[in-house]
């Protein structure tokens, strides 16, 4: 695993982006974006919301390919809630099996639970450093 300081976004095109996720859903079925990396993917992918609603709807609160190279990474049960580290550690094994599967060679994540949840990276990172080999980036923003 890496580690980088600046923009997600900057990848674009170039990697694979995960975004931290919720289980939430509004009553249209659409996911709760939340702050950070999700609400900017949300503005910046309209479709997301209501796509990634579905997804939570039909196969619950895990890891999924978004598409447009987005990928989900849930941190919280539902948009209130703390990040949990049982579920940040679900993710990243869920995250590097479906990177397997997939074949991708570059996986930029931002540090999970640790912007807007609190949590600190001293804390988060063991969790991940099982799962992420040298094709995952961890990015914490300028």
Known sequence: MHAAVGD???YTGL???VITTNGSLTRQGWAVPGNGVTRQAGERYPWLVEKLGRMIGEQGNHVFDLGSGLVSFPVEETAWSQPSFRLIARS??????LADAAGWQTVVVPRPGCGGGGLSWKDVQPLLAPWF???FTVIRQQ
């Open 133 to 135: 080999d040298s094709r």
């Open 15 to 17: 990697a694979i982006i």
């Open 8 to 10: 997600i976004w900057d």
């Open 92 to 97: 990243a094994q869920e995250l590097r099996d």
